[in-house]
């Protein structure tokens, strides 16, 4: 049964993943007109990147896939690409944003969990109170892969 929970949790946060960074669309022009040739935006010399080295996130970042599995046939799976965030939680799919240390989700099937509140985050490990739902404690998990110690409360 842990391998199903397992399959479900890397598929459900590969999905959430794409969905947070390709913001549901596809970019593309609908009216048929040709595209754009400007430029991307690049920071500036000198301009910090976000993003650190490699494309990281950095250490204390929110950035990234969470899974909580502290209640016994409950997983939660968080995926944030700051502004945006991403819950998947009993099958319901919520999506918002994160400012701060705030996380405000609209979930159009009903949720429980819609106001947030980062308690602690670390490299590993991210706590988050939530209004009217408890705490859950995740674990970050890298891209395609599941902790192998998911918080047991």
């Given at each position: 049964m842990l391998k199903n929970i397992r399959a479900v949790c890397v598929t459900a946060a590969g999905v959430a993943a794409a969905l947070a960074l390709t913001g549901?669309?596809?970019g593309?022009?609908?009216?048929?007109?040709?595209?754009?040739?400007k430029p991307a935006a690049t920071p500036a010399a000198?301009?910090?990147s976000a993003s650190g080295a490699g494309?990281?996130?950095?250490?204390?970042?929110?950035?990234?896939?969470?899974?909580?599995?502290a209640n016994p046939g409950e997983i939660v799976i968080l995926t944030v690409k700051s502004p945006v965030a991403?819950?998947?939680?009993?099958?319901?799919?919520?999506?918002?944003?994160?400012?701060?240390?705030?996380?405000?989700?609209?979930?159009?099937?009903?949720?429980?969990?819609?106001?947030?509140?980062?308690?602690?985050?670390?490299a590993t490990s991210l706590k988050i109170t939530w209004e009217g739902a408890g705490t859950d404690t995740?674990?970050?998990?890298?891209?395609?892969?599941l902790p192998t110690a998911l918080p047991s409360s």
């Open positions: 549901c669309g596809s593309g022009d609908s009216d048929g007109a040709a595209p754009d040739k000198g301009t910090p494309g990281a996130a950095k250490a204390g970042s929110l950035d990234g896939a969470w899974v909580s599995a991403i819950v998947i939680d009993g099958g319901k799919t919520c999506k918002g944003a994160v400012s701060g240390k705030d996380l405000t989700l609209v979930c159009p099937s009903g949720g429980k969990r819609t106001k947030g509140t980062v308690d602690s985050v670390d995740f674990q970050k998990s890298d891209a395609g892969k």
